[in-house]
């Protein structure tokens, strides 16, 4: 193993990352709840997707299903929430807004996280970043974090210890740190930033446990056996900058819609209906991106709860003749995909649409089987239509008789907080 190289930085990256966002967001609205144990349920209240450091220290654990903690709820008065995506976007966007104020190098890399570049600011970076913290907390009452590092992989660690260690105060900086050795032994290789599970099971055999380890390995032996990716995480960890700040939104790899039922669906024409609909919103999530999808796939199962049911899921992938985002062409590939998996006598819990293969609508590679571009003019000239109709009289006003024309499916979400920030009608009342 070689010696760690410190190298003088001449970057420092910043992870901004929000403290438990979704129950942050709760709480933010609601002051009673400060210092109660909170936590957020996924689509139809199904299982705990977020949870307050409360609720963290009574071993609630991530994707618990709500219904069997129901007694441990009520004995520790647990607040349970729906989840409120569209308060949590909107505040998501409030905390972006805020940060962008002190820093114009940024990467926004979740709907909690963001990358920023300090190095270019008049300020000492540790001290910027506190008045980062401080402000987004005055102005949105969301608390963050911020780590610093020479590296983005660095910056992740270094947001690690803001977090988990309070005499810090929430801000901690890796640069010029006389004790990085040491922090660097304190984390599990599983927890490295870049090194998946596959890669984490494979460096323990060969007695890599820490990232301090891994930062010791020679770089020709990482590169044969991680590729690439795996030679930047590990340069990175040495301190050396691999991975720029991205400051432009990149094509995703796949877009999903899918939903857990609130009541078990048996009827393979309800459950097209359904699936019709995934399919439909996902086309308009590609068209937002300015995006077409090549292949697109139908997953269901039932509720793998219930073992006193019978027991079903499947999936099934189709390509489609032309990359699209036109409702109707994934509506139609959706459903040819369901009459291959479906199987009757089952009570389905849940389904779902995926799409990938997704490139830009624009400078795409075409084929022999595009359509004219009159016709292709017409289909985008209907989509465009459709898009604005629902933009300004709400989601799903027109759309395709496929999706059903009778009541509409909605979810369960029967602890659901108002959308304070969103609809006119459920802005907070002061008193």
Known sequence: MKQLKTMPPSTFFALLDCNNFYASCERAFNPKLRGKPIVVLSNNDGCVIARSNEAKALDIPMGAPAFTFQPLFRKHGVHVFSSNFALYG????RVMDTVSRFTPDMEIYSIDEAF??????HDHPLDLARKIRATVMQWTGIPVSIGIGPTKTLAKIANRVAKKQPEHGGSFSLVDYPGQER??????????????RQYSKKLREFGIRDALQFSKLDKDWVKKRMTVNGMH?????????????????????SIVCSRTFAKAVTDKDKLAELISGYAARTAERLRGQKCVAGQLQVF??????????????????????????HTSDLIRAARRVLEQIFKPGYEYRKAGVMVFGIEKEQGRRLNLFEPSPEERARSKAV??????????????TMRLAAEGTGQRWVMRQARLSPRFTTDWRELPKVL
């Open 116 to 121: 920023l570049r300090l190095d270019r600011m």
């Open 183 to 196: 922090i660097l032994a304190g984390i599990e290789i599983e927890d490295v930033w870049g090194i998946g």
């Open 383 to 396: 989509m465009d239509t459709m898009d604005r109709v629902n933009a300004k009289w709400g989601a799903m």
């Open 300 to 325: 269901v199962l039932t509720d793998r709860f219930r073992l006193d049911r019978p027991q079903y899921s499947n999936a099934a992938t189709v390509s489609l003749a032309v990359p699209s985002s």
């Open 90 to 93: 909107d505040m998501s966007r």
């Open 233 to 253: 995480t590990l340069l990175e960890l040495q301190g050396i900058p691999c991975i720029p700040l991205e400051q432009t939104v990149a094509t995703p790899k």
